[in-house]
């Protein structure tokens, strides 16, 4: 976040007849609170015999109690009481010297305070000393009647046990007037009696440091009052919290109508502008979100014309990254015309500029467009890659390797090459410190591995995300940088539980998302996604259709490709061909469009699988020795596993049960190995189909045997996962196979079980045609 001129922290404004106590030029006000603190600092220095321990505790409290918003008093002596139990009496003797006498002894305190400090060096140099002084300013600052109102409520601050009746700076907001504006013959108490009713304070907590980090409050409504510059910055970590731990941030709401509420009082300050631009984003409002942004950098382009050493310069580098900040809020929403034009503009203005940084991110930007769009963007990637290396821009070249191995491992580029750039780029990252991109390029290995279909290694790749400390200072009690690069992992972690059948844990996991994700949050999208994916999976293969439509309409809502898909699998498991044929053309048209290599051969094969129902099984052949090209031109191993094996069934349909069964032991290996539960088992049995027919052809008892043992390791693996119309499957064929042997109780055991399947799932087609 750009630092900010100091003029435009605070300017005088009056608003609905407030008038700020900022009016005066100072930065910060006097309230009880201060004034308590301030005796503590003088009780501290006036008292000479304290031990050793008790002066180091207070010592290292000093600094939190005058970063941090304003205690009620019974909290400040509670927590001075923690660190040294003798001085809470000496600060409570000297609060109540003043409060209980007149106000001159407010003058007095406020006279002899730098009296314990003229000889102290740190008085002169030390964040204490510079407190002090600024309270002092900002003290002497106050006219009479300012006084009077600060001295009444200090009174009732010293007399209220839990809570003072009101916040003086909310007082300094509505009561302290420029001294002109007060009338001299009114008495300057008529009509201030404090209400303590007009504040709820029955519903409201007392702010404290912790709620302005992390958003918690005591109760439904939020405290709002005027902050110092402190404690608006200790505020405005919750940019941090965006970024880092979003679950730990305010919710969207309560967040901007605290933004509100400081805007109110201080429309140029830029920060809140940004944060307000931050927090509009991540619930996509384009129309706060642009109007904040554009506010934001209003006031830096303000800030760069007044300051000393910025100058036109200054100015001119606020309008350059304002345009690219407006390009890349437009690429967020799709506006993909008006972040073209936007981009076009920045790049003309960095030119002139002569600014190579600026046209770096320009060039970067506009290979992510040209991505968006579903171009060719690789020759523009490289460029970037090259430039942001010669100009020593560590961060934008990685970036730019990391897009050129995407768009390699959906090119066809071989693996090697792939994840020899990414292990490259990792020395760098950890020599920079680069943690951010060490989380992409680690949950990108890990998305690799598994469209290669190498579900051991991409499980490795995400505990090792998981697993890795952060690199940068993490604060708040944030563990880990809940960004979308452990949303991504997570939700790996997830499915590849699914696929084998621990339905347990990936509860447990989908619930652990939900916690660090919300629904509220950008990236909750992935998760919500992930599990009904993983709930229509589960339907389907348990047999249960019914369950499995509401999932497609959700799916659709947030992948409107992949939701397409999943109604056509739906469709076709409910026997509606034509429809299930109509909609995978669409999809196709989608996966050529957007340059989705998988989606076009998971297309391709439910095609196959049309063509078995209708065509007949030679006519899904030129589809599945396409769709096998395709998957051994991009290394797509666990799709070219698939492949053959609908080749192996299309075989075994057309009487080459040896060539079938060839096939599937080619295979047999790399599924066992790295496939989900639903591909073994699917394989196993369609091995098992295979040997049957051999041993049919050639009665052999071995052969029989061979089938019957195979079947039961199918069995196996589709009990785990819970697919009952595949289970069926395999209770008929072992019956048969047992009648063929001879084993009547076995058969009967086989055919029993079959019968009760076939009794709770909807009746289905012949073994013969049943699909693989």
């Known amino acids: 976040m750009a630092s900010v001129h100091e003029s435009l922290y605070f300017n005088p404004m009056i608003s609905n007849g407030v008038v700020q106590a900022n009016i005066f030029g100072i930065k910060d006000w006097v309230t009880p609170y201060k004034i308590a603190l301030l005796a503590l600092l003088h009780e501290m220095s006036t008292t000479k015999p304290m031990a050793l321990l008790d002066r180091r505790r207070l010592n290292k409290l000093i600094l939190p109690l005058q970063q941090g918003p304003d205690l009620t008093f019974e909290q400040l002596l509670s927590t001075v009481e923690e660190c040294c139990a003798p001085m809470v009496n000496a600060v409570k003797l000297r609060l109540f010297l003043m409060a209980d006498r007149e106000l001159q002894d407010m003058e007095h305190f406020f006279a002899i305070l730098p009296n314990a400090f003229s000889d102290s060096e740190a008085y002169k140099t030390s964040v204490v ?51 002109s504006n007060d009338d001299p013959g009114a008495d300057p108490m008529d009509g201030e009696e404090l209400d303590a009713g007009s504040l709820h304070q029955s519903d409201l907590g007392w702010v404290t440091s912790s709620d302005l980090c992390m958003g918690v409050r005591q109760g439904a409504v939020v405290f709002s009052v005027l902050l110092s510059p402190p404690q608006l910055w200790l505020f405005f970590s919750q940019a ?21 509420n400081i805007l109110k009082f201080n429309p140029d300050f830029a920060e809140a ?32 014309g007044e300051g000393k050493s910025n100058g036109d310069e200054g100015y001119g580098r606020s309008l350059r990254y304002a345009v690219l900040n407006l390009a890349t809020l437009h690429c967020r929403f799709g506006h993909y015309q008006q972040a073209d034009l936007a981009l076009q503009e920045a790049i003309r203005i960095a030119q002139e500029a002569n600014d190579h940084v600026c046209l770096q991110h320009c060039l970067s930007w506009l290979y992510t467009l040209e991505q968006m769009k579903g171009s060719d963007s690789v020759t523009l990637t490289e460029d970037s890659v090259k430039m942001a290396a010669h100009f020593c821009l560590p961060y ?36 920079q410190s680069l943690s951010e991109l060490v989380e992409i390029s680690l949950a990108q290995t890990a998305s690799i591995w598994r469209l290669y279909g190498k579900s051991t290694m991409a499980q490795q790749q995400v505990q090792l995300l998981l697993g890795m400390a952060s690199l940068e200072s993490v604060n708040y009690g944030v563990q880990q940088n809940n960004t979308e690069p452990f949303a991504i992992a997570l939700c790996h972690l997830a499915e590849l539980h699914a696929d084998q059948g621990l339905y347990g844990a990936v509860g447990d996991i989908i619930k652990h998302l939900k916690q660090q994700f919300p629904s509220h949050t950008q990236h909750s999208k992935l998760w919500m996604l992930c599990d009904l994916k993983i709930q229509f999976e589960k339907a389907m293969n348990s047999g249960k259709f019914h ?109 080459v049960p040896e060539q079938a069964l060839a096939l599937v032991q080619a295979v047999l290996e790399s599924v066992l190995a790295h496939g989900a539960l639903l591909k ?93």
Not at 403 to 420: E, F, K, W, Y
Not at 725 to 753: I, S
């Open 680 to 772: 073994k088992g699917r394989a196993l049995l369609l091995m098992a189909r295979c040997q049957a027919v051999l041993a049919t052809s050639a009665p052999e008892e071995l052969q029989v045997e061979m089938a019957v043992q195979t079947l039961a390791e199918a069995a196996v693996f589709f009990t785990q996962l819970g697919c009952k119309p595949r289970l069926r499957d395999v209770y008929y064929l072992q019956a048969r196979l047992y009648h063929t042997l001879g084993n009547v109780q076995e058969r009967n055991k086989c055919a029993l079980l079959f019968r009760l399947l076939n009794q709770e799932l909807p009746p289905g087609s012949s073994i013969a045609a049943t699909p693989l």
């Open 240 to 260: 941090y919290l965006l970024k880092n731990d979003e679950n730990k941030a305010m919710r969207p709401a309560t967040l901007q109508e605290e933004l509100n």
């Open 547 to 655: 369950l499995a439509e509401p999932h497609v309409t959700a799916i659709g809502a947030l992948d409107s490709m992949e939701g397409l898909y999943r109604k056509a699998q739906l469709l076709r498991a409910l026997n509606q061909m034509s429809e299930a044929s109509k909609i995978l053309q669409q999809v196709q048209q989608l996966g050529v469009k957007k340059r989705n290599t998988e989606m076009i051969i998971r297309v391709m094969l439910a095609t196959a699988e049309l063509h078995w129902d209708s065509s007949g099984f030679s006519a899904s052949l030129p589809l599945l020795l396409q769709a096998l090209t395709l998957t051994h031109t991009h290394n797509l191993q666990s799709l070219e596993s698939e492949t053959i094996l609908h080749l192996a069934f299309t075989q075994l349909m057309l009487g």
């Open 273 to 304: 502008h940004y944060l307000s631009y931050l927090n509009s984003v991540r619930v996509q409002d384009l129309y706060i979100s642009t109007h904040s942004l554009l506010h934001y950098f209003d006031r830096l382009i303000l800030c760069g």
């Open 396 to 431: 934008l070249a990685s970036l730019g390797v990391q897009s050129l191995v995407q768009q390699g491992a959906t090119q066809g580029i071989p693996a090697n090459r792939l994840l020899d750039a990414l292990r490259g780029t990792d020395v760098v990252h950890w020599k």
């Open 129 to 179: 000393g510079l407190y002090m002084r600024q309270m002092l300013l900002a003290y002497n600052k106050l006219s009479f009647s300012q006084v009077y109102k600060l001295y009444k409520t200090l009174q009732q601050y010293c007399r209220q046990g839990q809570r003072p009746p009101r916040d003086f700076s909310t007082l300094a907001a509505e009561d302290m007037e420029l001294t």
